[in-house]
């Protein structure tokens, strides 16, 4: 029983309502089929709860663009199918042409998943003829499949994707703060050529940085043509900011072990890269900027923690001075090792940073303006060769 509910809680964390796109699709799909039943599009209209099906999406944006691309689709095909049958009707090469011209026009049209529904679309109208009833009806219940879906998930809570995202940034503050505490640790206690060929690859290998980015751009989708998107405005842009601020802490940090690998892969004696005292410094820097990820989002106690974390940087520093005359490799690793620590001071500083205004999603046109842009100076670079 225990599991039952944990298993709903995670359901239903991020305000996600179990079961919720069933019951959207399942309503689209009987709403469609009672408006094409009653406009009369057909006996058994079975074609517009389908369409409902296909074009019910996660989001309102992708449910908007499946709903146009499965429109354009079968346009398309009962437009060639009507064509060719009026021309030639149907053979076995008719049929070829058929299917590799829609193809073709599909790719052009940019319809993605519904690209199939071209071809399929021209053969089912060609099998009958051309018939411009079949056509018609075929075109009818795909306008209302696609208006019904469109409707019951612009109506019945279309899902924001808020929460999730702000849990996957936390969470990759987490983990970024649980490394440093542990590479800490494992400084206090000594340093080997082991130790830095594990803790560079435990640092390559996470991917909660990628996790972060996906929900957070499945956030910035769902609040596309999406009326309760308010919200996801205000916060996205405090929520952008932290996630690229912690992703180049992570990346400052993979820097700082690969200092820590080269230096102790230099040396003979592995035991003798750092001395203790050197080594309990960088460990404790390395605790207080735990502490400073994991208050990336409280400015005030953040700001503490960021003046600490330069003392410590500070302290290091005296630590590893050294002669470049005497010992010109040090010097230079032991410069790499403390630019890897300025570097995570200021993403840290920069994941916390004040956002410039609301953040606003990208024009549904901004992909086609920028193809013509690109054709364009194409033309004028063309004119001047």
Not at 77 to 105: E, F, H, M
Not at 125 to 133: E, K, P, Q, S, T
């Amino acid at each position: 029983m225990s599991e039952l509910w944990a298993r709903l809680a995670r359901m239903t964390r991020g305000r996600r309502i179990p079961g919720l796109r069933t019951g959207k699709t399942t309503l689209a799909a009987m709403l469609s089929y009672l408006a094409a039943d009653t406009i009369g599009t057909s006996d058994r209209p079975v074609l517009a709860p389908l369409t409902a099906l296909l074009v019910i999406q996660v989001t309102m944006y992708d449910t908007v663009r499946q709903s146009v691309q499965r429109v354009a689709s079968v346009l398309a095909g009962v437009l060639v199918a009507v064509g060719v049958a009026a021309l030639v009707g149907l053979s076995w090469w008719s049929l070829g042409a058929v299917v590799a011209v829609t193809l073709i026009l599909g790719r052009l049209m940019r319809l993605g998943p519904q690209l199939l529904e071209v071809p399929i679309s021209a053969m089912l109208v060609l099998a009958v003829g051309g018939d411009r009833d079949v056509a018609d009806v075929r075109v009818w219940e795909t306008l209302i499949g696609a208006a019904v879906g469109v409707l019951v998930n612009l109506m019945i809570a279309p899902p924001l994707y808020l929460r999730p995202a702000g849990e996957a940034v936390r969470d990759l503050a987490d983990r970024i703060a649980a490394f440093s505490r542990d590479l800490a640790d494992v400084l206090r206690k000594g340093w080997s050529r082991a130790d830095a060929d594990h803790w560079l690859a435990e640092v390559r290998a996470t991917d909660a940085v990628e996790r972060a980015d996906r929900v957070l751009a499945r956030a910035e989708e769902g609040a596309r043509l999406n009326p309760r998107a308010g919200q996801t405005r205000r916060e996205q842009p405090q929520l952008r900011t932290a996630l690229t601020g912690l992703e180049r802490c992570q990346l400052s940090l993979r820097e700082l072990c690969r200092a820590l690998l080269d230096r102790v892969y230099y040396v003979p004696d592995e035991a003798g890269a750092y001395t203790p005292e050197q080594r309990r410094a960088l460990a404790d820097l390395l605790d207080t900027a735990a502490d400073a990820v994991s208050s990336f989002d409280d400015r005030d106690r953040l700001k503490g923690l960021l003046a600490e974390l330069v003392a410590r940087r500070d302290g290091l520093v005296e630590l590893l001075m050294v002669d470049p005359l005497a010992d010109a490799a040090a010097w230079q690793q032991h410069g790499a090792l403390l630019s890897a620590v300025d570097r995570l001071r200021v993403e840290i500083e920069a994941s916390a940073r004040e956002p410039d205004g609301p953040w606003r999603p990208t024009p549904l046109t901004d992909r086609q303006r920028r193809a013509v842009r690109r054709f364009t100076a194409n033309r004028r670079r063309g004119r001047r060769d």
